[in-house]
């Protein structure tokens, strides 16, 4: 009998990925499982071994979900696991693999970096609601004048591979880049310093429970008037309320987030996404590792995990 493997990410689109993965058994294909549908699933089928991926799934992999399972391992193609509640995981024995330390792999991924470096210009130039202007049947450039980047102080928070990349990115557009990281040895200053200093920061760091909401009151009332704000990493590491008053009341300028703190619950009733219809706010739906190019090299990657056990 073949090994089943459920597979609740979209594959399909990316080349030699699914072939790769039937070679290791049998595939049931559900990338558009809802979590209830899931958990029956599990239920009634005898499935040992799930791939997916964070920006998909929508619903955290908990107990509610696996308790009735079979499960024996995670493959998960991503960094993050904060869509998996891990210690419910090693409770049970079951196995969870990542990319977090892979990094022959994914220090050869910029897409992540390349976004943020896209909504960091969409926020300073007014791109996404000027474009909204124009589809309207207008032409006016006045509500949409904007910042260039030469000569701005940009403050990155967190300089492992995406941090490093980030400031790669800066090379020759003549920006002063401060860098803050506890954990690394670089040339880095206090973090106050770089939030009272930076025109704009961008968050490159893990969830944990130190960076959890790190992004609180005290940070927000240290940051230079008219700045900005682009995080990257997870929703959990900011206070979105907290965001929305500062935009309000005038000392962030601008946010710009791949994530957002109801991603693995109910995001339609976000208040930030309904805040971004009328403020300076851009929010992409965890768009940040999904480049075809990205995507095939780390898919093919956890893919081949598989046949060190079937």
């Known amino acids: 009998m073949k090994t089943k493997i459920l597979c609740i990410t979209p594959i399909k689109h990316l080349k030699g990925v699914y072939e790769k993965l039937l ?3 049998e595939i049931i294909y559900l990338p558009n499982i809802s979590k209830s549908e899931l958990i029956e699933f599990l239920k009634s089928n005898n499935v040992s071994y799930i791939f997916t ?3 998909k799934q929508g619903f955290i992999l908990n107990e509610e979900i696996l308790k009735y399972s079979e499960i024996k391992i995670i ?16 409770s049970k024995g079951i196995d969870v693999w990542s990319l977090t330390t892979d990094y022959e792999l994914i220090n050869d991924l910029p897409s992540t970096s390349e976004l943020a470096f896209g909504l960091m210009l969409s926020l300073l130039r007014n791109i996404p609601k000027s474009f909204d202007n124009v589809k309207d049947g207008n032409w006016n450039y006045e509500p949409f004048i904007g910042h260039q980047v030469k000569g701005l102080t940009i403050g990155i928070i967190g300089y492992g591979r995406l941090g490093k990349i980030m400031k790669r990115l800066f090379s020759g557009w003549d920006v002063e880049v401060l860098i803050d990281d506890p954990y690394v040895d670089c040339n880095k200053v206090d973090k106050d310093y770089l939030i009272m200093n930076s025109d704009v ?8 429970e130190e960076t959890k909401r790190m992004v609180d009151e005290v940070f927000l009332s240290k940051m230079k008037k008219n700045s900005y704000l682009i995080n990257t990493s997870r929703g959990e590491l900011v206070d979105e309320d907290l965001i929305i008053k500062s935009i309000q009341d005038g000392v962030l300028k601008g946010y710009g987030t791949d994530v957002i703190r109801d991603e693995f619950g109910d995001q339609k009733n976000s208040k930030l996404v309904e805040f971004s219809k009328s403020h300076n706010v851009v929010i992409t739906p965890h768009v940040g590792g999904m480049t075809i190019e990205g995507q095939t090299k780390a898919y093919l990657w956890a893919v081949s995990k598989f046949k060190d056990i079937l």
């Open 201 to 208: 920061i961008f968050l490159h760091v893990h969830v944990t």
């Open 23 to 25: 070679s290791f058994g």
């Open 53 to 55: 991926n964070p920006n």
């Open 75 to 90: 493959n998960t193609c991503s960094t993050g696991l904060n869509h998996i509640d891990i210690d419910y995981c090693n």
